[in-house]
């Protein structure tokens, strides 16, 4: 199991991240990570900074994909992607990565502020170029390869106690054979590390001796995992 950082690495985190408390269960991360509201993502275009981005901005369902491809077919002008999220459907997080990738040079960018968990993430890493922002906040949990990872992902975060046998034994089941999904990371330039000395090394869900279930990747970590490629496009 990977140690917990240094308290005062902890206090460098908590100042990045823009947060005033960071969660006592999940130390790497805030308390109150901002994923933006609970319901299908919203896909708005915006002029920010100069740029035309389009602000994706909720859960991940399946409509998303084909809905991603619309929005940014309807506008030409879009060359970022900015995100925040709690996650959800595994695969239509798959399928929007994919998307996002076959528009060559398209930027994905977890804002200051923002957070962007599970099946976000693999909508974030099919950006061609990605940045998380100095404050952007870059949360994993275990490894999982549900049909319905917002279940998960909703258990996970609420802490409930209802479901903990079976949440348990998929997520460890399928930390192991989630090929499709290792697969989709090593396409997209990401480093495996990221699974192995990351997300596999996260609890399914809360226990006596460790509570924690979610990790925050540092700036450090996400050039290290080829999260963020190391030239950082100028903002």
Known sequence: MRLLRPIAALAALALLTGASKMDSDNPTCPAEPDWGPNTAMTLTPADKNGKRVLLAEGRVDGTLPARLKAAIEADERIEEVWLRSRGGDARAGNAAGKVIRSYRGMLTRVPPGWACF??????????DRRVVDDGGVFMVHMFTHTQDR?????????????????????????????????????????????????MYQQQAVKSADNPSTRYCLTQAEVREYNVMPLEKPVP
């Open 150 to 198: 917002a279940l998960i992902d909703e258990v996970v975060i609420e802490g409930s106690k209802a479901t903990t046998e079976l949440i348990g034994s998929i997520e460890q089941s399928s930390a192991l054979l989630a090929s499709e999904d290792n697969d989709f990371l090593i396409r997209m330039g990401i480093s495996r590390k990221l699974l192995t000395d990351i």
């Open 118 to 127: 599970s099946a976000c993430n693999f909508v974030f890493m099919g950006g």
